[in-house]
């Protein structure tokens, strides 16, 4: 398994504002994963994060409004750009274990409300 | 269209005894994995099953896959009041033959609650 680590753990910020989330990994993972889970909601992916290369949008996700890092094979970050209050949502980093099967692991999330 | 789609939507019952959600999907799959999410935090992987697999035993957890029927349960006998979350069936699928790449998707979950 993988400990994983998000910063902040949840924030309160105003609409037309970003929010930048960050997410740790404490081992050297290939694959990374943005979700957005909105209130009451499931789980969407938002884009996959490959080190050194461009991220991967699922459809209706755009870079300009999700803007992916990702320097090395421990950390991503996930920016929410010109914030409304539709993007209030919990946004969760996975990353892919390297094992027969694949699974994933999970952040603790970050709780983001737009005023 | 929508993969992994859990019901009941909501299962309220007593400690000590089973609770029953069931998954279904919709395309095939290579794996297909329960989560447990409490109170809106993390998700917490609970149990994988191959699709070539039909049932597999975690603990109290008992999950069942019948690929005919592209469907899914997952039992836990004996509940406690700590078993109290949303639990999410997802499915994966290669996104090419031989490669790593693939995504998960989830289901809308089932919300949990043990009365102690």
């Known amino acids: 398994s993988a400990v994983i680590s998000q910063k902040p753990s949840r924030d309160i910020c105003q609409r037309g504002t970003s929010l930048t989330i960050q997410c740790q990994v404490d081992s050297q993972v290939t694959m990374m994963f943005w979700y957005r889970q909105q209130p009451g909601q499931s789980l969407t992916l938002i884009a996959t994060a490959n080190q050194g290369s461009e991220a991967t949008y699922e459809s209706g996700f755009v870079i300009d409004k999700f803007p992916i890092s990702r320097p090395n094979l421990t950390f991503s970050t996930l920016t929410v750009s010109n914030l409304s209050p539709e993007d209030s949502s919990i946004y969760l980093c996975s990353v892919e274990i390297r094992m027969i099967p694949y699974e994933q692991y999970f952040g603790p999330g970050t709780r983001l409300t737009v005023t | 269209s929508q993969q992994g789609e859990e019901d009941p939507q909501a299962l309220s019952i007593q400690e000590g005894e089973n609770a029953t959600m069931n998954c279904s999907y919709k395309?095939?799959?290579?794996?297909l994995q329960w989560y447990r999410q409490n109170s809106g935090r993390g998700l917490v992987h609970l149990i994988l099953?191959?699709?070539?697999?039909r049932e597999k035993h975690s603990g109290r957890l008992r999950v069942t896959l019948d690929t005919s029927k592209k469907s899914s349960s997952l039992l836990i006998t004996a509940s406690r009041a700590a078993d109290t979350a949303s639990y999410f069936c997802?499915?994966?699928?290669?996104?090419?033959?031989?490669?790593?790449?693939?995504?998960?998707?989830f289901g809308k979950g089932t919300l949990l609650t043990v009365n102690p």
């Open positions: 099953i191959r699709s070539n697999e």
């Open positions: 997802a499915t994966d699928a290669r996104l090419k033959s031989g490669g790593s790449n693939y995504k998960l998707t």
């Open positions: 395309t095939s799959i290579n794996n």
